[in-house]
């Protein structure tokens, strides 16, 4: 099984800042390798699939990045709606999630 | 553009099966793969396993081997995922999504969600 690892496991940014998290994988997976944002009962969202290709009507602050085992999700300038809980997935080998970065409003 | 709506919440007896139903609309189902996730209060998602309505073929997470069979009804474009031998551990939402662009990818949509609770 292939883990996949966030970090941090909790960011506070402010509002128009830049965020950036982090997700490694234990060995792998390409360029197989998928974003999603959830917000407090809701399902996840998908953002970025093929480690850097955004969703249809994703905006353009939210990119992707990396290969192999390295991947980055950074959002440009947060929005307030932009709050939430991320996780990355790895669909190389079968599906793992990563454990998940909340965005917290600093 | 196709959506999944999942069955309503349950509350079930620890032993016991639960059995989630997801149906699609707006789209050709037996095209699809769809794929189970769990999510217990608090915590991560978890892959349970897919189907691929088409082939008939089922796989699942080594974790769950043996107390999950997902199955899907092209006839009403409906999915399902039955747990058994429920313990409190299982209480969760539980999640259906389409597998893109085929029968390994990302999960896009993604159901409401239904909420399991085990207890006795």
């Known amino acids: 099984e292939i883990v996949m690892t966030q970090s941090p496991a909790t960011l506070s940014v402010s509002p128009g800042e830049r965020a950036t998290l982090s997700c490694r994988a234990s060995q792998s997976v390409s360029s197989n390798l998928a974003w999603y944002q959830q917000k407090p009962g809701q399902a996840p969202r998908l953002l970025i699939y093929g480690a850097s290709t955004r969703a249809t009507g994703i905006p353009a602050r939210f990119s992707g990045s990396g290969s192999g085992t390295e991947f980055t999700l950074t959002i440009s300038s947060l929005q307030s709606e932009d709050f939430a809980v991320y996780y990355c997935?790895?669909?190389?080998?079968?599906?793992?999630f990563g454990q998940g970065t909340k965005l917290e409003i600093k | 553009q196709v959506q999944l709506v999942q069955s309503g919440a349950e509350v079930k007896k620890p032993g016991s099966s639960v059995k989630v139903s997801c149906k699609a609309s707006?789209?050709?189902?037996?095209?699809?793969?769809i794929s189970w996730v769990r999510q217990a209060p608090g915590q991560g998602l978890e892959w349970m396993g897919r189907i691929i309505p088409i082939l008939g073929i089922a796989n699942y997470a080594q974790k769950f081997q043996g107390r999950v069979t997902i199955t899907a009804d092209e006839s009403t474009s409906t999915a399902y995922m039955e747990l058994s031998s429920l313990r409190s551990e299982d209480t969760a939402v539980y999640y259906c999504?389409?597998?893109?662009?085929?029968?390994?990818?990302?999960?896009?949509?993604w159901g409401q969600g239904t909420l399991v609770t085990v207890s006795s």
């Open positions: 999504a389409v597998v893109l662009p085929h029968d390994s990818g990302w999960f896009d949509p």
């Open positions: 997935q790895q669909y190389n080998n079968w599906y793992s």
């Open positions: 707006g789209g050709t189902f037996s095209s699809y793969t």
